[in-house]
């Protein structure tokens, strides 16, 4: 039995707990044998609004998706487009005010200013989204319909007011724009259509504005501002912009956005059919990622009739395939589920207009490249060119961009920030510690943290260790020595580690001992500092990590034990410590000069270029040819960037 001091765990969980992993019997069923290639029915527009008042429904409080599922109320029948309304009883009323959410928010008014050029023609089988910005939706529009059973992923803040707030009004809550004025931009493509500046620049449409207010977002961070025009353009997108800055706005607003104004005809069916057909496929590395991803996009799509369904290991399927069954307009998934649900043929791609990959370096390197090429190019997704594709991450080795462009077609690459560094945001240290120091080193720290907090409690700390035994073993001797303890890796199962997640994020238990499953993607708040108790032996690991904290302009603090195992990262993290202003000590400096700890080691995959500057660039530009996502005349425009070498991706250590 495995030991731990994550007390309290309720015994309910852990009856559930057994059923979590899907058994070999599951995936074997006569379902999965055989790939049906399954049309999907013709769409219907979606059910009438239920009839539960949101505003009497307090979202209960909730982390996991299981709860949101249980939480959801029974599917009301599917009603054809051509269903004609009645006129008695709630139901009919409820019918009669119905307006799907292609025809939300038509305005009258003359649309907004636009910023972007007019989309591109729509190619091919599906079209590209054709919205763009000022298209035929006014931001000034009718007030939406409102969905009034749809549980309400605000929880009981309080509502958006009933005339909209223009954004700048709005206070600002704690996002320190100031930290991101000066971040270098660089963009690299044909016809990249123009930044914007704020929110009200942009037509998204009045139902996902007022999420954005209740977001309490007031003014798009330098990737929304970038990425969200090229985005509602219909281009295809690879962005590369510092953690913590707001991507997973800036690939879900453009979207939902696009779904609300897509032809009623490709929205989703609304049950009745046991293929599911979204519109919209964002895939992440791991559970969490793709829960916090589904929340996120839940919170932003609330009450535009968007309907957002996650799918992950570790959880019942059929949980999700009931879920499935209610419809679906965007399927957030990581690639294992969702393989799992295209072999039994409850899942089709062949509507996909949106293909978003987080984390998409991750996605793409040795551990998950095979199952994404299957999903996205041997399945039924229409292929680049007729789906849009977005791409995004903190980090894009040069080699990662080169498999990435066969994805895409035409598209723009854009840098914010140096690409793979870190933000300034972040206060790095580096010591010099012996293996066999790193617990008592590790204890000091915690006890400091302690004694210097005011109430005398414990900052939430995040420990990277680099095995599961590690993580395990640490998180006991913590716990022995009296240091409030858990853990998140692979060998843990979903409840504990949704559990582990929960304990760490309440503050119950503030230290989090966690593998590389937690390193990407997690938007923990108040994350005060990440200890490297194990360097990674990736540069682009080291970064992800240590973004847990310092996000959305926020300072953290970042500390990493470095001893002679970690010689191969001496050239790569000094480079990336001086690169974001940090001060680098001397005997680092002297390490990394040595000729064999050059920083090309390991899974170091940048640096090998030697004295190149750190950071990275659009790989077309380093090619001759100018590389397959458009040929040498797609470049244009200029770059300060140094370029980025690539060793050699290595199978990545303790990931799921
Ligand atoms: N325009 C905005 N105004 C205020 N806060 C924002 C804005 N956009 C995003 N945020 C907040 O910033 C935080 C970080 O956003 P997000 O998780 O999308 O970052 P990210 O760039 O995807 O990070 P990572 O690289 O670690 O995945 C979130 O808490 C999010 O709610």
Not at 460 to 470: A, C, N, Q, Y
Request: charged share 25%.
């Amino acid at each position: 039995m495995e030991w731990t001091c994550s007390l309290g765990f309720p015994s309910r969980t852990l009856r559930f707990s057994r059923k979590l992993h899907p058994t070999t019997t599951d995936r074997n069923t006569a379902e999965s044998r055989s790939l049906k290639k399954k049309q999907c029915p013709p769409r219907l527009l979606p059910p009438p609004p239920p009839r539960r008042s949101h505003l009497t429904m307090a979202a209960p409080s909730r982390t996991s998706w299981a709860d949101v599922a249980d939480a959801e109320p029974a599917p009301p029948a599917p009603v054809p487009a051509a269903a004609p309304a009645t006129s008695n009883g709630p139901a009919r009323a409820d019918r009669s005010s119905y307006v799907p959410p292609h025809l939300r928010n038509r305005s009258s008014n003359a649309p907004p200013v636009s910023s972007a050029p007019p989309p591109r023609a729509a190619p091919g089988l599906l079209g590209r989204p054709t919205g763009g910005v000022g298209g035929r939706f006014g931001g000034g529009g009718a007030p939406p319909r409102r969905w009034d059973r749809e549980p309400n992923p605000f929880g009981d803040e309080e509502e958006v007011p009933a005339e909209p707030v223009p954004f700048d009004e709005h206070q600002n809550t704690g996002i320190n724009f100031e930290a991101y004025e000066d971040i270098p931009v660089e963009t690299s493509g044909r016809e990249v259509p123009p930044a914007v500046g704020t929110f009200a620049e942009i037509d998204l449409g009045a139902a996902l504005n007022d999420n954005i207010r209740r977001c309490k977002y007031v003014r798009p961070t330098p990737v929304q501002r970038h990425a969200i025009p090229i985005s509602l353009a219909g281009r295809d997108l690879m962005a590369c912009a510092q953690t913590g800055s707001g991507k997973t706005a800036a690939f879900c607003f453009p979207i939902i956005s696009g779904i609300m104004r897509g032809p009623p005809m490709q929205r989703s069916q609304r049950g009745g059919s046991r293929t599911a057909c979204p519109l919209a496929l964002i895939l992440s590395p791991t559970r969490e990622l793709s829960m916090q991803i589904h929340e996120e996009a839940r919170k932003f799509s609330y009450q535009t009739g968007v309907r957002v369904v996650v799918a992950y290991g570790g959880a019942p399927i059929t949980q999700q395939l009931r879920d499935l069954e209610r419809g679906v307009d965007i399927l957030v998934a990581t690639p294992g589920r969702l393989v799992d649900l295209l072999e039994r043929a409850r899942v089709s791609l062949q509507s996909i207009r949106y293909l978003a990959l987080d984390e998409a370096d991750r996605m793409l390197d040795m551990g998950f490249e095979p199952q994404v090429r299957r999903i996205v190019e041997q399945m039924d997704m229409p292929p680049r060119g007729v789906r849009q594709t977005l791409l995004f991450s903190a980090t894009f080795p040069g080699e990662i961009q080169r498999m990435a462009s066969d994805f895409l077609e035409n598209y723009i690459f854009l840098a914010v920030g140096r690409v793979g560094s870190s933000t300034e945001l972040i206060a790095q240290r580096v010591e010099f510690v012996q293996e066999a120091d790193k617990r008592s080193h590790l204890m000091d720290l915690l006890h400091a943290q302690r004694d210097s907090s005011e109430q005398g409690k414990q900052a939430l700390t995040l420990v990277f260790v680099e095995t599961k035994r590690g993580a395990d073993s640490l998180e006991n001797w913590l716990c022995t020595n009296g240091f409030p303890a858990t853990s998140i890796h692979g060998d843990r199962n979903q409840q504990e580690r949704e559990y582990a997640l929960r304990s760490f994020k309440s503050g119950q238990t503030p230290i989090l001992v966690a593998t590389d499953v937690a390193a990407r993607g997690l938007d923990i708040p108040h994350v005060a500092h990440v200890v490297n108790f194990d360097l990674p032996n990736d540069i682009d690991d080291y970064v992800h990590r240590i973004g847990r904290t310092g996000r959305a302009g926020k300072s953290g603090i970042a500390t990493a034990f470095f001893n002679d195992n970690n010689s191969s990262m001496a050239k790569s993290l000094a480079d990336l410590m001086q690169e974001s202003n940090q001060e680098v000590p001397a005997w680092l400096t002297r390490y990394a000069a040595r000729p064999s700890y050059g920083g090309g080691g390991g899974r170091n995959r940048r640096g090998a270029g030697g004295g190149s500057r750190f950071g990275g660039r659009d790989f077309r530009r380093e090619s001759s040819s100018f590389g397959k996502g458009g040929g040498a005349s797609d470049y244009a425009g200029g770059s300060s960037y140094g370029g980025g070498g690539y060793g050699g991706a290595g199978a990545p250590s303790a990931w799921d």
